[in-house]
């Protein structure tokens, strides 16, 4: 089976900067997925990568690196309202998209 | 707003009840799925409709019924559920079951489902 490990939770002060992991072991790879889901909300679409390097959206960047496995979701300038959790999901060679199980992360005042 | 439209949003089911969720995607989509999350557990992919056909079933019990009538519309028909089967289903939908041009798959808001 598929193997995405990500955090389970970290805390952060408003203002401030996050960097959320995601390492995985998949047959085959078609592009990796990071969603936001807000308690008893749909998760969000947030970024998309499939070749290595940084994809900037707004305060959000997420990293590819395909020969290590391994990607990165960056949360700049902190808001309340990022706090959530950020779901890290990678497409196989099938294109199944598997998912980890979720870092929650909560903002401090 | 998704564009993927879930009901009921609660669901409250003895193990002996027959029920049903319902999806609905506006999106022009040709593929839906059902997922299911559990606390603190990774998205399970249950089942993935592509034009209406049926093209994935991962081992999901024969207690999960999933129909497809039209591109639009997925329900997940639930019979004799357990109480381990508490959990959110959600419905998604991308533009098609590949990888072309990234195919984002866009949820519903959920179903949450307690069986009792």
């Known amino acids: 089976g598929q193997n995405i490990d990500q955090p389970t939770e970290m805390t952060a002060t408003e203002g401030a900067i996050v960097q959320i992991n995601c390492t995985y072991q998949?047959?085959?790879?078609?592009?990796l997925f990071w969603y936001q889901q807000h308690a008893g909300e749909a998760p969000t679409f947030l970024s998309y990568n499939v070749l290595d390097g940084l994809e900037e959206k707004g305060r959000f960047s997420s990293f590819l690196s395909r020969s290590k496995g391994y990607s990165y979701l960056l949360l700049k300038e902190l808001q309340m309202k990022d706090s959530a959790s950020y779901l890290c999901?990678?497409?196989?060679?099938?294109?199944?998209?598997?998912f980890g199980a979720g870092t929650t992360v909560t903002v401090r005042a | 707003e998704t564009g993927v439209t879930q009901t009921p949003r609660h669901l409250v089911m003895g193990m002996t009840n027959k029920k049903s969720l319902k999806c609905e995607q506006h999106?022009?989509?040709?593929?839906m799925y059902w997922y299911k999350q559990s606390a603190k557990k990774p998205l399970e992919l249950m089942f993935v409709y592509s034009l209406e056909e049926r093209v994935e079933n991962n081992s999901v019990p024969s207690r999960f019924s999933p129909e497809c009538p039209n591109s639009s519309h997925l329900f997940l028909h639930l019979h004799t559920l357990q109480p381990e089967d508490s959990a959110l289903y959600l419905c998604?939908?991308?533009?098609?079951?590949?990888?072309?041009?990234?195919?984002?798959?866009?949820f519903g808001e959920g179903s949450w489902l307690t069986v009792v």
């Open positions: 999901a990678v497409r196989d060679e099938d294109y199944k998209l598997s």
């Open positions: 999106l022009g989509h040709n593929a």
């Open positions: 998949t047959s085959g790879f078609n592009g």
């Open positions: 998604a939908s991308s533009q098609d079951v590949d990888g072309n041009s990234g195919n984002t798959i866009y």
